[in-house]
């Protein structure tokens, strides 16, 4: 109970702390701005986090060949593909289908392009990952989702969505953060900057567990592992990795 007081109380501190955000955000300005700014403070923080977990990027997309078509080509859609910053870790002669709701990553996204020719994009899609109709069912081998999940209105729906696109055996690969462990330490500064955080970085959640929906939405395989990564700012910390089979 004290605890719970306390972090209501810390929470208020902070959210007075933020009080010229919201007032923007009350008066319809913040967010069309911050959909401005964030692919910029995204294209900084992709170039440290690649520094940081790229050996773990590597590991996690080594086998994504396994799921290409009995052809040999592998059709990937990248939900959320931001500035691009996984496409150094596809495989050479990987089609890529990339889908974001905020159209102010495209010129980040075309840098990426030009720095990694070895990947080709069939289309970039408008398209927030609730509602990817664009994409016909059974279309894609893997669907990939890198710090994106945080953000998303519905878990279930992009789930849902995820199992409709991919084909029979395709698989969906994530590296999430998450929320951290209970009363941890981590755990509990996530629940005092979780509203502010929302508000000031484009919906993205501090402690969503979104394990949760991973192992209710229907996959036949799911591997998944809880992770610490190196990172400088505590709540950012606890990760989850993986990859789920159709």
Not at 27 to 42: D, H, R, S, T, V
Not at 125 to 133: F, N, R, S, T, Y
Not at 165 to 185: C, I, K, M, N, T
Request: net charge neutral; hydrophobic share 45%; glycine share 4%.
């Amino acid at each position: 109970m004290e605890a719970t007081c306390l972090v209501v109380l810390l929470r208020l501190c902070v959210q007075i702390l933020a009080f010229p955000a919201y007032l923007l955000w009350y008066l319809g300005i913040w967010e069309p701005l911050c959909k401005k700014l964030f692919p910029y403070f995204m294209s900084v923080m992709s170039i440290s986090y690649n520094k940081q977990m790229s050996d773990k990027k590597r590991e996690m997309f080594s086998n994504l060949k396994d799921f290409a078509s009995p052809t040999g080509a592998l059709t990937l859609l990248e939900i959320g593909t931001g500035t691009g910053s996984n496409f150094q870790f596809y495989p050479v002669g990987c089609k890529i289908i990339c889908t974001d709701p905020n159209p102010n990553f495209q010129k980040f996204l075309n840098k990426s392009l030009a720095e990694n020719p070895h990947v080709q994009v069939e289309r970039c899609l408008v398209a927030p990952a609730e509602d990817l109709h664009q994409v016909p069912a059974a279309s894609v081998d893997v669907v990939v989702s890198t710090l994106v999940l945080c953000s998303v209105k519905s878990p279930e729906q992009v789930m849902k969505e995820v199992l409709r696109v991919l084909r029979p055996g395709g698989a969906f690969y994530f590296l999430e953060h998450v929320a951290g462990a209970p009363s941890s330490w981590t755990l509990f500064w996530q629940q005092i900057y979780d509203p502010v955080w929302i508000c000031l970085f484009d919906g993205c959640h501090l402690a969503r567990e979104t394990w949760n929906d991973l192992e209710k939405a229907g996959f036949s395989e799911l591997k998944l592992q809880h992770i610490h990564v190196p990172l400088k700012w505590q709540p950012n910390k606890p990760h989850i990795i993986g990859y789920a089979v159709k």
